[in-house]
């Protein structure tokens, strides 16, 4: 049996025993926060959750370390797949004593993710569900950040998540959307977006899982039913079976990102232009942000 590296007691996650790993876990977290600034204890954090294990680890951790938290969801309306993570949610922000905000695809747009999707292919947009979701998910929860005076949103990204976004950038060769990716996301810094982080940066998709479990969150497990297109998907599982050949890939991979792409963001005293979508004013890439391309088709304006 193999021993803890701390002690006799046997190993439960990197090469550490339960309490030997939850001391891991939280510290790495606290060491990521304070290596690239993500915020203060002055700020005011709102926490993106969906009722997985990595925000809702995050969410946890930093109630514990102290921080001024709130949680912010959006239930995108997926059957009983985000009814149940609706209600894990509310037991835990309750159990924590965590306030709990709530916004819904269909108070928002009057309909569901998979409606909208539907809605936008027949107007000839064929955006996967993924991409649908995660535009108007990051919209909306931009909008109550600054509606709710949160200094900071708050992700759940881990470290393989890091490692396959950069090499599907490197991959279609987007060194615009790899210089958005990092601990700190975005190009420039605009009062339009609120400031996003990611305190578990560091922490690996297995370490954040086995912190979940151990802290016996209510956490659901599955994939979400609306996942499809195995883009993402196929890094992932590529990466992972390196990683069984190769321990520290990911690792190393991220490590690369923040030597070279990373320092490629603009100093704070850089002016930078960015275009402003002609609809809504929120900076994007071209005339029209994703965001208003799909809403217009669906002849939604909010």
């Known amino acids: 049996m193999e021993r803890c590296a701390k002690c006799d007691k046997s190993v439960y996650c990197s090469g550490l025993c339960r309490e030997h790993f939850k001391d891991y876990f939280e510290k790495k977290v606290k060491r990521t926060i304070k290596k690239f600034d993500l915020f203060s204890r002055k700020d005011k954090l709102g926490v993106a959750v969906s009722g997985g294990k990595d925000s809702m680890s995050a969410l946890y951790v930093l109630k514990k370390l102290g921080y001024n938290v709130e949680a912010v969801t959006v239930d995108a309306g997926i059957g009983n797949y985000t009814k149940k993570n609706l209600e894990n949610l509310r037991r835990f922000c309750k159990k924590y004593c965590i306030q709990l905000h709530e916004i819904s695809f269909r108070e928002e747009f009057g309909m569901s993710l998979c409606f909208i999707k539907s809605a936008a292919n027949e107007k000839g947009l064929k955006y996967s569900s993924c991409f649908i979701c995660g535009v108007l998910r990051r919209y909306l929860i931009n909008k109550y950040a600054k509606k709710l005076g949160f200094d900071c949103v708050v992700t ?44 578990l940066y560091f922490c690996s998709e297995k370490e954040t899982t086995a912190y979940s479990k151990l802290m016996r969150f209510p956490v659901n497990y599955e994939p979400c039913p609306c996942r499809e297109g195995a883009y993402r998907k196929e890094y992932a599982d590529i990466l992972d079976e390196f990683e069984k050949r190769h321990p520290s890939v990911k690792y190393n991979i991220v490590q690369f990102f923040l030597r070279t792409v990373y320092k490629m963001k603009p100093c704070k005293d850089d002016e930078v232009r960015i275009n402003v979508c002609a609809y809504c004013g929120e900076p994007c890439a071209g005339k029209v942000c994703k965001r208003c391309e799909i809403l217009l088709a669906l002849k939604i304006q909010r």
């Open 156 to 199: 759940g990204h881990n470290l393989d998540d890091e490692a396959q976004s950069f090499v599907m950038n490197i991959f279609r060769n987007d060194l615009i959307l790899a210089r958005r990716q990092g601990p700190i996301s975005g190009y420039v810094r605009t009062k339009a977006f609120v400031r996003r982080v990611k305190p």
